[in-house]
């Protein structure tokens, strides 16, 4: 089995520290999101080989569509898991963007469906459905844009939250766009298994991992579909475990405790099912203060709650050595894992000690393809651009 890395691109802005908020809070960093410097980020990502870079989208960050559709022309085979969110442009126009998006840039789009964040966002697009029916609206929304896709002659659809009469696409997308979709509700899961191609879910312990596995492997068998799976999480590698968690301490040094505290409020009021379970994994940031280890949160050998003190969302990232990193990603790959989306503090740095440290390792572990460099890749420690402020 090869498995599947993708990149992370940080739409509002990159930093040496972790960074509060997300998940409908907002969010910025000190090195801002330009697309000069976005471009730096993509062609690192490609030159380490990973195959995609994902999007966020939301409020607190640059449009996903508009931001990826300016990167194709500043990179070569790099993919971009674009951000979408049902509800905030009809599913025909979804369709055909995604149809051009594949045309233009020589089949380099995959679709990460973003069923909607906070109630509070959500309502400031002008969506006031509730979570629930959010689900539900989505599982519409991809039936008709999975219809268009194949080109199934004008499709009228007459939903309880979506409805189109006599659509149809000039373009299908060749080769038509996986989707990734996550989600830990009863509600998530039923969608997932009747149209997403990738379930994705944020890092938990593998034990956790597996059981949410078995459950949309379950679901989807029922709709007669076999789905791939991934995993969405932070890492720190380096070439000594020592020097990883010296950066883990860094990082959360750096942390003010009424920054977190502020961060912790505001996420426990989420209504996310994923959001949940990963507040309960450093227990809502009840053990942190001024001076706290970076190892008190260690929540699975080498798998660290940390960065989910002060940002929404994925909250886990792997820390430890490169062969440290690349034997937890061995073990996820052994329970079914087929995808892991990585980021890392900052994005561009990181994206190299992850290429040079722990890709050669999976390499020789057969986890991953090898890959043969190409003319003009950069290689070796600190050959990543200077950022531009």
Request: with cysteine; net charge negative; glycine share 12%.
């Amino acid at each position: 089995m090869s498995a599947h890395f993708h990149w992370f691109l940080p739409t509002y802005g990159d930093s040496r520290n972790l960074m509060a908020g997300g998940h409908g809070s907002s969010m910025s960093g000190d090195r801002p999101a330009t697309l000069r410097y976005l471009s730096q980020l993509s062609a690192a990502a490609e030159a380490n080989g990973f195959e995609s870079v994902l999007t966020p989208t939301g409020a607190w960050c640059e449009d996903a569509w508009l931001t990826t559709a300016m990167l194709i022309e500043t990179t070569e085979t790099l993919k971009f898991l674009v951000a979408l969110r049902p509800g905030l442009l009809s599913p025909t126009l979804a369709a055909q963007m995604a149809s051009t998006f594949q045309w233009q840039s020589g089949g380099r789009l995959l679709l990460n469906v973003v069923t909607g964040g906070e109630d509070l966002e959500q309502r400031a697009y002008g969506d006031f459905l509730s979570k629930d029916q959010r689900y539900a609206r989505c599982g519409e929304y991809l039936d008709v844009i999975r219809r268009l896709w194949r080109g199934d002659g004008p499709v009228t659809f007459h939903g309880e939250y979506v409805e189109v009469e006599n659509a149809q696409l000039q373009r299908v997308p060749d080769p038509v766009p996986p989707i990734f979709f996550g989600g830990s509700s009863p509600a998530a899961g039923t969608v997932a298994s009747q149209f997403a191609d990738t379930y994705l879910t944020w890092g938990e312990p593998p034990a956790a991992v597996a059981a949410k596995i078995a459950w949309i492997r379950d679901l989807a068998e029922v709709q007669g579909r076999r789905l791939d799976y991934g995993i969405r999480l932070h890492v720190i590698s380096r070439d000594t475990s020592e020097q990883a968690w010296a950066e883990a301490d860094r990082l959360i040094g750096a942390l003010d405790p009424a920054t977190v505290r502020a961060a912790q409020d505001a996420l426990s009021r989420s209504a996310s099912e994923g959001q949940k379970r990963m507040l309960e994994l450093h227990g809502g940031g009840a053990g942190f203060d001024a001076g706290t280890g970076a190892r008190n949160f260690e929540v699975a050998p080498n798998l660290w709650a940390g960065v989910g003190l002060v940002r929404g969302g994925a909250g886990t990232a792997l820390v430890g050595s490169h062969a440290e990193v690349a034997d937890r990603i061995a073990e996820y790959a052994a329970l079914g894992l087929d995808h892991f989306v990585l980021s890392g503090y900052p994005h561009l740095e990181e994206a190299y000690q992850f290429g040079e440290g722990v890709r050669p390792i999976l390499e020789k572990r057969g986890l991953v393809q090898a890959r043969t460099p190409r003319a003009g890749d950069l290689s070796g420690s600190g050959a990543f651009l200077a950022p531009t402020r």
